[in-house]
């Protein structure tokens, strides 16, 4: 099943951007000369050899957090953990991998299954069958080799409900995994899934998605002990993979080193060692940016204020911004307050009363774009469905008729009544990163000059695990939310947290339409992609009308690269090509 290619047009303009966006802000940020490294418990670690002329060629790296364990997912504390995932993808090498065009390329596998080559099969009740084989010569780091048993081993790991691990939705579609040789894997799926070739592959998300586990260290103590099954040492110092790189020292709360594997199926990498380093404060890992002492850093964590810091102060450096994921309003569809919110001539009043572009420039300095679309301009899907998105470009005088045609007048005060007289009040909530934060007020203040009242209110961290009062917002819930096409799933009705799901689920807005579920329910079943485009199409077309999700912006992944380093991107799961990671 072929796959479509990046926007490179869109990550052009977005990178493009980042000089012209950068003036806009750059008097708001201090750029002083840049600290020496801290010894020591900070973080710093010692400057890199930038001629690379050593006998060992070595990187420095740094992320945002502290793992305790190679693999994320075995730890529902640090799924969260920005760059945690990176390391995984170091160590552990998956059958593909999702290389710089979102498409899955084989890594430990002969070949990804498609529907043209034969390995994905469309079975005629309605089930599939996908069908892997390893490659010859694929090797644990202990030089064990890898077998279809290691496969069937981490589904089963993967699934069991006695164990706290955060599992992969697909597997409520699979019906069983057979190892039907030493080197082949077959799974049979209840029902058609769309990601059902992203199984045993990087990229498919911090819960992983049957990633190989070591049957002939591990099998033993998961059947004899399963209650310290995730505290063996396995997880981190004794770590096995698969990956380009070995553990070599893993030291919780200070850093992992990882050394170069000689029997990597891909070809032993040409970087001898890896540290990464696990850093609390943002501002340390700058520090050691501007100083030399890290070449790179690993996942999220980054402000557009260190984008600007960095640029002006690191000449040894550059900066990646990439889209990912975005800033969306979720309206509220159950009782909302005030009942106008029901009416989507309103909604489509606030999109054209809301400058979008003005938000990208002041919050984003002009590094990402609008978000028209629901899929971001970096996913593999977005070049074939973005123009069936209606576009709502910033119009006040459309703005204005459209809620004069539901009722309302603005009053004495400029702010706008009913025929009563009553005044239109809006709340706008928010949580979490401080992206949505600042979007929350000025969207607030940009409506209420408007003529739309409109309070914005940060909920308090001990309000959010009060799932009753998240669900139950009155008008608006901005969010920076994952927008993949396989995170539709997320959306559909059934998914909206009520009383009946104890106010459970990830459909925030409580959107419920029979067509639209229809619509996400089939391109999740649909696997012909000619077919499944066009359903997206529809989908993306329903949204912007019925604006159930009322998306203003793309979110952007910032990443650090010392101009030393060869053939490497920051972006976290983007590490297909690992083994070509060079110096200068």
């Not at 740094?62 to 529902?76: K, L, Q």
Request: with cysteine; glycine share 8%; charged share 20%.
């Amino acid at each position: 099943m072929p796959f479509g290619r990046r926007d490179s047009k869109s990550t052009s303009r977005v990178t493009r951007a980042i000089g012209v966006g950068l003036v806009a802000v750059v008097l708001a940020v201090a750029c002083g000369p840049a600290q020496p490294a801290f010894p020591g418990a900070d973080g710093a670690t010692q400057p890199s050899d930038p001629s690379g002329a050593g006998s060992t060629k070595r990187v420095n790296a740094a992320i945002f957090g502290e793992p305790t364990s190679v693999i994320a997912r075995m730890n529902t504390a640090q799924v969260s953990i920005p760059g945690a995932g990176a390391i995984e993808q170091l160590a552990n090498a998956a059958l593909s991998d999702t290389d710089g065009e979102g498409k899955l390329r084989p890594q430990l596998a002969e070949a990804v299954p498609t529907t043209e080559n034969g390995l994905w099969q469309l079975l005629p009740d309605g089930r599939m069958e996908t069908t892997w084989r390893i490659r010859e010569g694929a090797v644990w780091h202990d030089g064990t080799p890898v077998t279809s048993a290691d496969l069937v081993f981490a589904t089963t790991v993967d699934q069991d409900a006695d164990l706290p691990i955060l599992r992969n939705i697909g597997y409520q579609s699979v019906e069983s995994v057979e190892a039907v040789d030493q080197r082949t894997v077959t799974v049979r799926w209840s029902r058609p899934y769309i990601d059902a070739d992203s199984m045993f592959a990087q990229g498919s998300g911090s819960t992983g998605f049957g990633l190989p586990l070591p049957r002939h260290l591990l099998e033993e103590t998961y059947a004899s002990d399963k209650a310290n099954f995730l505290a063996l040492p396995y997880w981190s110092q004794e770590f096995v993979g698969t990956g380009a790189y070995t553990v070599r020292e893993f030291v919780p709360g200070s850093h992992v080193l990882l050394q170069a594997n000689d029997r990597y199926t891909s070809g032993r990498p040409k970087i001898d060692e890896i540290d990464v380093r696990f850093i609390l404060d943002i501002n340390v890992i700058v520090t050691n940016l501007l100083a030399g002492s890290i070449d790179m850093t690993l996942g999220r964590g980054f402000s557009i204020e260190n984008v600007i810091q960095v640029r002006n102060q690191w000449p040894d450096g550059i900066t990646e911004v990439n889209p990912r994921s975005w800033i969306v309003i979720h309206p509220q569809f159950m009782d909302p307050t005030p009942g106008v919110l029901s009416d989507v001539r309103f909604r489509r009043a606030l999109m054209y009363a809301t400058d979008r572009q003005q938000l990208v420039d002041s919050l984003q300095a002009g590094l990402s774009s609008v978000a028209d679309a629901y899929l971001a301009p970096g996913e593999p899907e977005y070049p074939e469905v973005e123009d069936a998105a209606v576009r709502y470009k910033y119009d006040p005088r459309q703005a204005t008729q459209l809620i004069e045609e539901v009722g309302y007048s603005k009053g004495p005060d400029g702010l706008y009544r009913d025929a009563v007289g009553q005044r239109l009040s809006l709340e706008m909530r928010t949580y979490g990163v401080r992206v949505s934060d600042d979007a929350t007020v000025s969207i607030a203040d940009a409506w209420t000059r408007f003529g739309l009242s409109t309070e914005p209110l940060r909920v308090s961290p001990q309000r959010i695990s009060d799932r009753e009062y998240m669900a139950t917002f009155p008008t608006f819930l901005m969010y920076r939310q994952p927008n993949t096409a396989s995170d539709l799933a997320r959306t559909r009705g059934a998914l909206a947290p009520t009383p009946e799901t104890r106010f459970v689920g990830s459909n925030y807005a409580r959107y419920v339409n029979p067509e639209y579920d229809s619509l996400v329910d089939r391109f999740l079943t649909t696997i012909p992609r000619p077919e499944r485009i066009q359903v997206l199409r529809q989908i993306i077309r329903h949204i912007s009308e019925n604006l159930n999700l009322m998306g203003l912006f793309y979110d952007v992944e910032i990443g650090f690269l010392n101009n030393r380093l060869q053939n490497v991107k920051a972006r976290e799961n983007r590490l297909w090509d690992i083994q070509e990671w060079d110096t200068r």
